[in-house]
T-cell receptor, first 114, second 113 residues
Framework: DQQVKQNSPSLSVQEGRISILNCDYT??????FLWYKKYPAEGPTFLIS?????DKNEDGRFTVFLNKSAKHLSLHIVPSQPGDSAVYFC?????????????FGKGTKLSVKP | KAGVTQTPRYLIKTRGQQVTLSCSPI?????VSWYQQTPGQGLQFLFE???????NKGNFPGRFSGRQFSNSRSEMNVSTLELGDSALYLC????????????FGPGTRLTVT
């Protein structure tokens, strides 16, 4: 049973517009969420995170929103740039201090068209 | 600062063989985690090492093992390879055990034929 789901395997957006990547989870014990970005032939790169005590965290063009009641989080990229084209992984954890409990979604491939 | 390095980058093995993958963490990082990435399962946690001790283990068979050396470098070994072991194996390092903000290497692409 997948505890972290990224239901859209791919997303295509025009440069300058907003990209919204979604992630749903089933485990109500998850208390920390992260987004990673992965370019081809490279390892994932940490992008942004959010604790369950918050509902929004912003870092430059990237904002993560958390809706605990809906068990849903989203990553907004505004404005989108061609260099943002990559696979984005959502991850969640229910136990602080243990990568063993970091559960990843299967990723969403974002394509930003010039 | 140099990033996480993994060797080799690509590997082709035959069913039944064994393989050893290597990971050198960022200088000063003491935690090393290993992940398997496949198209069907995404990123799955294998194990984590900190100060030469395995701290956490994912849900993988005993054919998957690892170790960490005193300089924090880590190796992962897979014995009796199966076709389903074909995947990208990623190593990630962190400065401390409790950090979620891991730094990933480029991975080793293992193909089992």
């Amino acid at each position: 049973d997948q505890q972290v789901k990224q239901n859209s395997p791919s997303l295509s957006v025009q440069e300058g517009r907003i990209s919204i990547l979604n992630c749903d989870y089933t485990n109500s014990m998850f208390d920390y969420f992260l987004w990673y970005k992965k370019y081809p032939a490279e390892g994932p790169t940490f992008l942004i995170s959010i604790s369950s005590i918050k509902d929004k965290n912003e870092d430059g063009r990237f904002t993560v929103f958390l809706n605990k009641s809906a068990k849903h989080l989203s990553l907004h990229i505004v404005p989108s740039q061609p260099g943002d084209s990559a696979v984005y992984f959502c991850a969640a954890s229910a136990k602080k201090g243990s990568q063993g409990n970091l559960i990843f979604g299967k990723g969403t491939k974002l394509s930003v068209k010039p | 600062k140099a990033g996480v390095t993994q060797t080799p980058r690509y590997l082709i093995k035959t069913r039944g063989q064994q393989v050893t993958l290597s990971c050198s963490p960022i200088s000063g990082h003491r935690s090393v985690s290993w992940y398997q990435q496949t198209p069907g399962q995404g990123l799955q946690f294998l194990f984590e090492y900190f100060s030469e001790t395995q701290r956490n283990k994912g849900n993988f068979p005993g054919r998957f093992s690892g170790r960490q050396f005193s300089n924090s470098r880590s190796e992962m070994n897979v014995s009796t390879l199966e076709l389903g072991d074909s995947a990208l194996y990623l190593c990630a390092s962190s400065p401390i055990l409790a950090s979620y903000e891991q730094y990933f290497g480029p991975g080793t692409r293992l193909t089992v034929t």
